[in-house]
């Protein structure tokens, strides 16, 4: 693997890039918020937006706080939301832990590795 450069490496390992693990990462643990598998209050952090209901995607969009300073817009209860927003309904509605991420690889595999990195949602 030497002089290979890091996204050959990763490629040739089939792995994901640290950025795209830390957003998985996020999107389980806002999971596990949702399904009560965590101890943190779903209503502590994050507020449903009643206005995307119908909407494309699935019916738990979450409304993205204003943030004027830099601590606040780079907290987790933020950074997440467009992510979350993105997924589709039969990932969000999963029956396990598994099963979500089943879904999120699966998304992966289709539209993460070109949109989400160009559009700079991966950040």
């Known amino acids: 693997m030497e002089g290979k450069s890091y996204e050959d ?7 994901w890039t640290l950025e795209m693990r830390r957003n998985r990462q996020d999107l389980i643990e806002l999971f596990k918020t ?6 943190v209050r779903i209503d502590e952090l994050f507020m449903l937006n009643e206005n995307m209901k119908g909407t494309r995607g699935h019916c738990l969009k979450l409304r993205k706080t204003r943030c004027t300073r830099d601590i606040t817009r780079n907290c987790f209860s933020n950074r997440v939301v467009n992510r979350f927003n993105l997924l ?13 991420k089943n879904g999120l690889s699966r998304i992966r595999i289709t539209r993460w590795a070109s949109s989400w990195t160009r559009s700079g949602l991966a950040r």
């Open 88 to 100: 589709d309904e039969s990932t969000v509605d999963a029956p396990s832990l598994n099963a979500f």
């Open 9 to 15: 490496r990763l490629r040739y390992l089939g792995l």
């Open 34 to 39: 949702f399904k009560v598998l965590s101890h």
